[in-house]
């Protein structure tokens, strides 16, 4: 059997949970709790998740350079 490293989870892994915890909280505090929240806008929410993907890639590409010999 071959040892493998473990690996841990990359960035785009760790977005994508944390995006959906994000929009989970958001739902269960505005429909469970009935906070008054403002409604989630897909106008408003795109830019914020390509600007969070840009850095989340500008992050992985300086983490492999730092890395390489």
């Given amino acids: 059997m071959e040892n493998r490293p473990s ?4 960035w785009g892994g760790v977005a994508f949970a944390l995006l959906l915890i994000g929009v989970g909280g958001w739902y269960l505090l505005r429909n469970t709790f009935g906070l ?4 989630l806008d897909g106008e408003t929410v795109w830019p914020i ?3 969070l993907l840009g850095v989340a ?9 730092s890395e390489a010999p």
Wanted: charged share 30%.
């Fill in 49 to 51: 998740l390509v600007v």
């Fill in 7 to 10: 690996r841990s989870p990359g």
């Fill in 36 to 39: 008054d929240l403002p409604e």
């Fill in 57 to 65: 890639i500008l992050v992985r590409a300086m983490g492999r350079r």
